[in-house]
């Protein structure tokens, strides 16, 4: 028999993913095995349990086959939020509040699944909890589509939105090749300052395709000039063109390339612009300085994130295995820390979950190693696609209902 831990919370933050709530489920499941008294869900993260918008979670996931759903559900179960805690000498009363309301409900364990902003909110708490000599533990779990966390060998979400990218691209591939007449496609994929999901794009190519034309990372300086040159010289080459270019292209005025129209500024609570417009704006230039080529800008946008009938099984897995490796570390006493992934072999692939000192990981990009982006700066190398190709293999099957996929929601 388990042996009696103490009360749980987790929380989920930032963009959603196809595999989150596997994340969820494996924090959710270990820490019951391991004798749990409760495992309560904050709603909408952080920002959420400032309100104690709490619940218990054991009322709303009863069964194994409510956690084989929820596995299969994108999004975040729980809601999420981008709410960016204060640097602790600034201001003590958000964290007192937060620490009384964990209190409230006897809570030992804290778990928040997130990305880089997440990471940043472990250590805030984690630190304040050490200055105040509060015993609750404080774990990270990795999570954002982007790949961008720094240390971990990858993150989950990534390898299924690969999956999602590289397929989708593979059809507009097909499609773009019906008719003989001169044509533009660009795909616009999601990614700041990080290009790991537009190269993605590249896993496209194979015996029966000849992937995307072109692809660019915001790794590098994007040069508008240049580009319509090789867009009019592979024109003489092929009629149909297909390009996968990152949201986050910037000219060398460090200007995005969506600000290059007349889109509206936004910024979120991290002071992260919203980026959209890209693909559009390269496209419109192409149709208007190219006479009788059609072109046609595609957003995959909230598409690459949600897509949970497309997931890599191997995303899955190792989703749930980093929330159960967070569990289990902190029943362990760990605390300000983040799980990561190793590589141990590409041949066949082996991956394994370890630890890692939050402090180390929040607020840093990892990002598109130079030496993986071609000289030319217009695609991806070979060393890039056998690091991604692993993480997109196999496929969870999704539990059909009257033709459709069946998610588990979180009923009020």
Request: net charge negative; aromatic share 8%; with cysteine.
């Amino acid at each position: 028999m388990a042996t009696v831990m103490g009360n749980v919370i987790v929380g989920q933050s930032g963009g959603p993913t196809a595999v989150i709530n596997s994340s969820l489920a494996g924090v959710y499941k270990t820490a019951r095995d391991r004798g749990a008294k409760k495992v309560y869900g904050m709603l909408h993260g952080v920002q959420g349990l400032l309100q104690e918008k709490v619940v218990d979670l054991a009322d709303h996931i009863k069964s194994d086959l409510d956690i084989d759903l929820l596995k299969r559900t994108p999004s975040s179960y729980l809601g999420s939020c981008r709410f960016k805690l204060p640097e602790i000498k600034e201001d003590t009363e958000i964290y007192d509040r937060i620490f009384a309301i964990l209190d409230k409900y006897e809570i030992e364990y804290f778990f928040y699944i997130g990305g880089n902003d997440s990471m940043d909110t472990i250590k805030k708490l984690s630190d304040y909890a050490i200055l105040n000599g509060s015993k609750i533990r404080f774990m990270g779990v990795p999570k954002t589509i982007d790949n961008d966390l720094a240390v971990t060998d990858h993150t989950p979400g990534f390898g299924s939105a690969a999956k999602y990218i590289a397929s989708i691209t593979k059809e507009i591939i097909r499609d773009g090749l019906v008719y003989g007449n001169q044509s533009v496609t660009i795909i616009e994929i999601m990614g700041r300052n990080a290009g790991w999901l537009t190269g993605a794009a590249a896993l496209a190519k194979g015996e029966d395709c000849e992937g995307p034309d072109l692809l660019y990372l915001p790794e590098l300086t994007f040069d508008v000039d240049d580009f319509m040159k090789k867009i009019a010289a592979l024109h003489k080459e092929k009629p149909a063109l297909v390009i996968a270019v990152s949201e986050g292209l910037k000219v060398a005025d460090g200007r995005y390339v969506c600000e290059l129209t007349d889109n509206v500024d936004f910024v979120d609570a991290f002071g992260h612009k919203q980026l959209t417009g890209t693909a559009r704006y390269l496209a419109e230039k192409i149709s208007r300085e190219v006479p009788g080529c059609k072109t046609r800008a595609i957003e995959f946008n909230s598409l690459q994130r949600c897509a949970s009938h497309i997931v890599s099984r191997v995303d899955v897995t190792e989703a749930f295995q980093v929330g159960g490796a967070a569990v289990k570390a902190a029943f362990e006493g760990e605390t300000g820390k983040m799980i990561i992934l190793k590589r141990i072999s590409d041949d066949p692939y082996l991956c394994v979950t370890d630890l890692f000192d939050v402090h180390k990981i929040a607020n840093i990009e990892k990002k598109v190693p130079r030496e993986w982006i071609n000289e030319t700066g217009d695609y991806v190398t070979q060393e890039f696609i056998n690091y991604v190709r692993p993480l997109i293999q196999a496929e969870l099957t999704a539990m059909m209902v009257d033709g459709l996929p069946r998610h588990l929601r979180l009923e009020d």
